[in-house]
């Protein structure tokens, strides 16, 4: 079966600090890989996504990049800010015609102090 | 106006009882899922609907009855409420036909049962 595997949070950093984030993935196929944030009180938000191998998905400042030969998708940031303090978390979905089942990872809590 | 949204925001209540959930969507999407995240923010799928059928439903107890009157909404029903039902519910939804399919959360509930 698929599934997920994210670095055991929590990580906390300085702001400006550089941020990385790990996940690695395991799945049949070729899925599409997804990074969803959520901020406290709040519901998940998709923050960037890759769909084919070497892709680069990139939002806010966030950057990810699909290796397909290490199967994984990891997380980074070259200059984290307070306002990045969240719940970071890696998922994929199958590929395939009608795919729509998503696999998380576990999640991984980022502080940023000032 | 809100994608996705879920009332209550906060729910508490006591042991043996039956509570819902409501959720509604103004995307326009075709299918619309619940999440359970437990205190660790561990988030495991307990359903999805896709035009108003059933066609993900995980290991679940039978208390949990997922109810959707039309494409636009996907209500949780809880009957016989236990200690361990305490967590925050996530409601999403996608087009599960769409090219990207991504998965659009809304702000969660928190059940507590005391």
């Known amino acids: 079966g698929n599934s997920v595997t994210q670095m055991e949070g929590p990580v906390t950093l300085s702001e400006e600090a550089f941020l990385t984030i790990n996940c690695t993935y395991t799945a049949t196929g070729y899925p599409s890989l997804f990074w969803y944030v959520q901020y406290p009180g709040e519901g998940l938000q998709l923050l960037l996504k890759a769909t084919k191998a070497d892709d680069k998905g990139s939002n806010k400042g966030f950057e990810a990049t699909y290796r397909k030969e290490t199967t994984s998708f990891h997380l980074e940031k070259g200059s984290v800010q307070v306002s990045d303090s969240a719940v970071y978390f890696c998922a994929l979905r199958d590929s395939g015609a009608g795919s729509y089942q998503l696999t998380f990872g576990k999640g991984t809590k980022l502080s940023v102090i000032p | 106006d809100t994608a996705v949204s879920q009332t209550p925001k906060y729910l508490v209540t006591q042991m043996g009882n039956d509570k819902s959930i409501k959720c509604e969507q103004n995307l326009g999407h075709d299918t619309m899922y619940w999440y359970k995240q437990d205190s660790k923010k561990f988030l495991k799928i307990m359903f999805s609907?896709?035009?108003?059928?059933?066609?993900i439903n995980e290991t679940v107890p039978n208390r949990f009855s997922p109810k959707s009157p039309d494409k636009a909404h996907l209500n949780l029903h809880i009957n016989s409420l236990e200690l361990g039902d305490s967590a925050v519910y996530f409601c999403?939804?996608?087009?599960?036909?769409?090219?990207?399919?991504?998965?659009?959360f809304g702000a969660g509930t928190r059940l507590s049962v005391l």
């Open positions: 999403a939804s996608s087009s599960l036909g769409g090219v990207e399919n991504i998965q659009y």
């Open positions: 609907y896709n035009n108003k059928e059933l066609i």
